[in-house]
C-alpha cells in the first residue's frame, strides 16, 4: 500500500524549520514550487510564486478572492498545466509526473464532493475503489472512518442527510482514504460555525501528526492562526510567508486579521 | 401596492432579458415551432422521388411520363427495368414510389379503350405515401382527360391500381416504432450523458474524479456504459412491444438491426459527452439537449413529418441530424427486409458523424482540463 507503511520512517517536523534551512536536500519537502506561473493569455494569475512545504506541515494558503490561490492548487494537483516555473509533489514533477502525484495526494474542493445520493459506506467503497485499494483495505478503510467520526448508526444513510460538518468531516476523511502524503483542502470549512471548524481541525492535526503534509486554504483567519506557516496571496503574487508569529511581528500587530487587511489594501 | 408590484415585475423582466437561453424559448420556440409545422404539416409536397417502371416504351408512355413529371411535384430519378430493381431503389431510399406502364400501353389505350397504370409506393411512411398517391392517380385522370378531349365522354381510359407496398394495412405503428427507437436512445444516450457529467461538475465531485490517477478516458467511460447498456435494453424493449402488440415486423437481420443501433447509440452518448464539456451545470446541459437534441430528433428527423414535405433549407438541416439516417436504416431493415448495402451508405454517415464528434468532445476535454 503506498504511503503507508513508510510513515514511521518520515521525519516529522512538528516545529517547522525555516525553509531556507533545507536547500541543501530539497527532496525531504512534500511540496516545492519555484517561480510558478500561469497565465491566461494577457492576465497572469498566478505570478512567480515559490514556496516549500516541509512533510507533516500545515501549511495555510491565504488570500482575498481572485487572488489566485485556486489556480495555484490546480496546478500543483495536476488540473492546470503551468505556463512557467517548476513544482515537486512528494519528489515529482508536475509537468512529467502527474500520475505519480496523483496517486501521492488527497483533495478536497471548496464544492462539498461526495455523492449525496449515495450512503457513507458507498462513498468510501467508490473512493477507495477508484485507488485502486484492495476489498479488504476499503473495508478496514470503512470501519475505521466511521468509527473516528463515530457515524455507526449512519453508515447505510445517504450522505445526503448528514448535516453539513459530519459532510466536510466525511469528505476530508475520503480524501485521506488510499493514504496519501498530501492532502489539499480548497476552503474545506465554508459555511459551518467556529465549533464545527474546530472539530474539523482536530481531524487534520490528527492527519498531521501521523506525518501527513496538510495544504490548506481558506477565508477564516481564525483558521489560519491554526497553521504552522501561512503565505498570503495578493494579486497573483505571494506577499508574505511565515508562522502567523513571524508575520504578526513583521507586520507589528496582534491579529492575523490586520496583517491581512494591511496585505491585501497595499 | 401598485408600486411594489411594479418593482417586482421589473426585476423579474431583467432577470428575462438577460437571460439568453429564456430569451431563446420566448421568442426562438414560437417562431420555430410556426415555420416547422407551417411548412411541414401539410400534405403538399415538392420534388418526390419516383422512378419509371415503363415496359411499353411507346409513345403514349412517354406523353403520360412527361405529364406527370411536368408539374414539378414528382421527380424522375431513375428509370428501373425489372420489379427487384425498382425493390433496391426502395430499400436504400432512393424513390418513394414507383410508376409501372405495362407493355402495350398504347395499344391497350387506343384499340381496348382501357389501359392500365399501376402505381407502387413506399408505404413505410403511410402518409406520405397515401398522398403520393392519390396525386398521382389525379395527374393521371387528367392525362386521360386530355386525351379524350373536353368532349364530356371518356371513351379511352386508364385505370389505375395503387399497391401500398411493406405496409399494405397503411399501419401508422409502422412509422412511430422506428421514430420512438430513435428518440428514446437520443433522449437517453445523450440528454441523460450530458446531465449525468454536468451534475458531477456541478456537485464538485468532477474535480476529485480528475485528481485521482483515473485517465479521463476512464472516467467518461465509466460514466456512459451504464447508459449505453440501459438504452439498448430500451431500445430491444420497444422494438419487442412494436413486434407483439402493434405487428410491426423486424423483415431484415434482427443482428445488423442490433449492430446499427449500436452505432446510433454511440453517436448519441458522443452527443452527450460533447454537450457535457461544453455545460457547466445541469441546467444549460439540460437545455442545449432539448434545443440542439429533442427538437431536431422529434420534428426533423422525419419521424413526424415527411422531410420530403419540407422546405428546402429544413431539408438541408434535416441531413445533420443522426436520426434521420437512423430511422432510415430502421425503416429498410425492419419493413424492407433490406440487406447490409442498402444500408451501408446511411451507416457510413452515422460513422463519420461518431468520429468527428469524439474528436470534438475530446478536443473540448483536453481544453477544460489542461
Redesign the interface.
Known amino acids: 500500500m503506498r504511503g503507508a507503511h513508510k510513515r514511521e520512517e518520515r521525519v516529522q517536523p512538528r516545529s517547522w524549520q525555516k525553509p531556507e534551512e533545507h536547500k541543501t536536500k530539497p527532496m525531504s519537502y512534500a511540496i516545492e514550487a519555484q517561480n510558478l506561473t500561469k497565465r491566461f493569455g494577457d492576465f497572469t494569475a498566478v505570478d512567480a510564486i515559490s514556496f516549500n512545504v516541509a512533510q507533516g506541515e500545515i501549511f495555510g494558503f491565504l488570500g482575498a478572492n481572485g487572488a489566485g490561490k485556486t489556480t495555484a492548487i490546480k496546478m500543483l494537483?495536476?488540473?492546470?498545466?503551468p505556463t512557467e516555473g517548476d513544482a515537486s509533489i512528494a519528489g515529482f514533477d508536475v509537468y512529467r509526473e502527474t500520475?505519480q502525484i496523483?496517486?501521492n495526494?488527497g483533495?478536497?474542493?471548496?464544492?462539498?464532493?461526495?455523492?449525496?445520493d449515495l450512503t457513507i459506506a458507498e462513498n468510501i467503497r467508490f473512493?477507495g475503489g477508484?485507488?485502486?485499494l484492495s476489498r479488504k483495505r476499503i473495508k478496514t478503510k470503512t470501519t475505521e472512518i466511521i468509527q473516528e467520526l463515530g457515524l455507526e448508526e449512519y453508515v447505510n444513510r445517504l450522505v445526503g442527510d448528514l448535516p453539513l460538518g459530519w459532510k466536510q468531516r466525511l469528505a476530508f476523511a475520503i480524501a485521506g482514504v488510499h493514504d496519501p502524503k498530501i492532502i489539499f483542502l480548497d476552503e474545506p470549512t465554508g459555511g459551518v460555525d467556529p465549533a464545527t471548524r474546530r472539530q474539523f481541525w482536530e481531524m487534520i492535526y490528527e492527519a498531521a501528526d501521523r506525518g501527513v503534509t496538510i495544504f490548506v486554504t481558506t477565508h477564516y483567519m481564525d483558521e489560519a492562526e491554526y497553521c504552522n506557516r501561512i503565505s498570503i496571496m495578493v494579486d497573483g503574487r505571494i506577499e508574505a510567508l511565515g508562522s502567523p508569529a513571524e508575520l504578526k511581528q513583521q507586520f507589528q500587530t496582534d491579529s492575523m486579521d490586520e496583517v491581512f487587511l494591511k496585505l491585501v489594501r497595499a | 401596492m401598485i408600486k411594489i408590484f411594479l418593482a417586482f415585475v421589473r426585476k423579474e423582466l431583467f432577470h428575462i432579458l438577460r437571460d439568453p437561453r429564456t430569451l431563446a424559448i420566448l421568442f426562438g420556440m414560437p417562431v420555430a415551432l410556426v415555420l416547422i409545422f407551417g411548412y411541414t404539416v401539410t400534405n403538399e409536397f415538392k420534388d418526390a422521388s419516383v422512378a419509371i417502371f415503363n415496359e411499353a416504351n411507346d409513345d403514349l408512355s412517354y406523353q403520360l411520363v412527361d405529364h406527370l413529371t411536368a408539374s414539378g411535384h414528382l421527380k424522375l430519378v431513375t428509370s428501373v427495368r425489372t420489379t427487384a430493381e425498382l425493390e433496391q431503389a426502395f430499400q436504400s431510399n432512393q424513390v418513394k414510389m414507383g410508376i409501372v406502364i405495362p407493355a402495350g400501353f398504347e395499344d391497350d389505350f387506343f384499340r381496348q379503350r382501357k389501359a392500365d397504370v399501376q402505381l407502387i409506393a413506399d408505404a413505410t411512411e403511410p402518409n406520405y405515401a397515401t398522398t403520393l398517391t392519390s396525386y398521382a392517380r389525379q395527374m393521371i385522370a387528367t392525362f386521360q382527360q386530355n386525351q379524350n378531349g373536353t368532349s364530356g365522354v371518356q371513351p379511352y381510359q386508364v385505370s389505375t391500381e395503387i399497391r401500398m407496398f411493406y405496409n399494405p394495412q397503411l399501419e401508422g405503428a409502422y412509422n412511430f416504432v422506428p421514430g420512438t427507437v430513435a428518440l428514446i436512445l437520443m433522449l437517453i444516450c445523450a440528454m441523460m450523458t450530458s446531465l449525468t457529467i454536468a451534475k458531477e461538475k456541478e456537485?464538485?465531485?468532477m474535480?476529485?474524479?480528475?485528481?485521482?490517477?483515473?485517465p479521463p478516458i476512464v472516467i467518461i467511460l465509466g460514466k456512459v456504459t451504464p447508459y449505453a447498456i440501459l438504452s439498448f435494453i430500451d431500445a430491444i424493449i420497444v422494438l419487442f412491444l412494436g413486434y407483439y402488440l402493434f405487428d410491426v415486423p423486424v423483415r431484415g437481420s434482427l443482428v445488423l438491426l442490433l449492430a446499427l443501433v449500436l452505432l446510433y447509440l454511440l453517436v448519441a452518448l458522443a452527443l452527450g459527452v460533447l454537450i457535457s464539456t461544453k455545460a457547466p451545470t445541469q441546467q444549460t446541459a439540460m437545455m442545449t439537449s432539448m434545443f440542439a437534441l429533442l427538437m431536431p430528433t422529434m420534428l426533423l428527423s422525419g419521424f413526424l413529418f415527411p422531410i420530403a414535405s419540407m422546405p428546402s433549407l429544413l431539408q438541408y438541416i434535416s441531413k445533420i441530424i443522426p436520426a434521420k439516417y437512423f430511422i432510415q436504416i430502421e425503416q429498410a431493415i425492419m419493413l424492407k427486409a433490406a440487406g447490409w448495402d442498402a444500408v451501408a451508405f446511411p451507416a457510413l454517415i452515422l460513422f463519420i458523424m461518431l468520429i468527428v464528434l469524439l474528436t470534438a468532445a475530446w478536443r473540448n476535454f483536453q481544453v477544460v482540463?489542461?
Open positions: 494537483i495536476g488540473l492546470s498545466r500520475d496523483k496517486e495526494i483533495y478536497m474542493s471548496q464544492k462539498f464532493s461526495l455523492y449525496e473512493y477508484i485507488y485502486g | 456537485t464538485g465531485t474535480d476529485l474524479l480528475l485528481v485521482s490517477p483515473l482540463y489542461k
